[in-house]
């Protein structure tokens, strides 16, 4: 398997325009989380899915993020409008998790630059 | 709620010598602990795992053992190398009523030079 795969790598957009972020997770794998690295927060959990269902979006910072899951294949991360605090690392990772020592495999990340 | 914290960065080392990163948890049940390096550029994978209290991981020349009572899960190398050079997260993970997702740390910058 090719690993999570996210898109695009590296995202710059101008400020108040829409951002969709993409990950494919591992065949096979039932969950699938979005994280946030900044410097200044670390690595935060925005949202996970259990069988494309999303099962705790407490960590969305606002009503400006959204994620889906329309499939077992592929997710997408949207911020609609984008501010330059939202600049940060985006990852994807997914898990089997069929109990809680199951490791997550993460994808490489996509930059996100809000100018 | 479940929280992790580790030592603050950065850690700079010359090769050769021995590393220790601090971890210290606090969860409401009995969690899973991880310990995930992040190589520049790249995002994260797991290092070492230990599921119950006393267990150790081990992968590379890292070790970290659970230890319940004190509730740490500190990273350890007798010897480090240039290619260490990476930032280092802990983790856990407990079971709750909907599934599971790993917390983590703020992560550890390892700097070694040779």
């Known amino acids: 398997d090719a690993g999570v795969i996210q898109s695009p790598r590296h995202e710059v957009t101008e400020m108040g325009q829409e951002v969709t972020l993409r990950c494919k997770p591992i065949?096979?794998?039932?969950?699938l989380f979005w994280y946030r690295q900044t410097m200044m927060r670390g690595l935060e959990l925005l949202i996970y899915?259990?069988?494309?269902?999303?099962?705790?979006d407490s960590g969305m910072p606002e009503d400006r993020f959204s994620a889906k899951m329309p499939n077992a294949s592929f997710s997408t991360l949207k911020i609609q409008p984008s501010e330059p605090r939202d600049s940060a690392v985006y990852f994807c990772?997914?898990?089997?998790?069929?109990?809680?020592?199951?490791?997550?495999?993460f994808g490489q990340g996509t930059r996100l630059t809000v100018v | 709620g479940d929280s992790v914290t580790q030592m603050e960065g950065p850690v700079t080392l010359s090769e050769e010598a021995f590393l220790t990163i601090n971890c210290t948890y606090t969860?409401?049940?009995?969690?899973?602990l991880f310990w995930y390096v992040q190589y520049p550029g790249e995002g994260l994978q797991l290092l070492l795992k230990?599921?119950?209290?006393?267990d150790k991981g081990s992968n590379k020349g890292f070790e970290a053992t659970y230890r319940k009572e004190t509730t740490s899960f500190h990273l350890e190398k007798g010897s480090v190398q240039v290619s260490d050079s990476a930032v280092y997260f802990c983790?856990?993970?407990?079971?709750?009523?909907?599934?599971?997702?790993?917390?983590f740390g703020k992560g550890t910058t390892l700097s070694v030079s040779s």
């Open positions: 990772a997914s898990s089997e998790a069929r109990s809680w020592n199951t490791e997550a495999f």
């Open positions: 065949s096979g794998h039932d969950y």
């Open positions: 899915f259990n069988n494309n269902v999303p099962i705790d």
């Open positions: 969860a409401t049940g009995y969690p899973s």
């Open positions: 230990a599921t119950k209290a006393d």
């Open positions: 983790a856990l993970s407990t079971p709750n009523q909907a599934g599971t997702a790993l917390i």
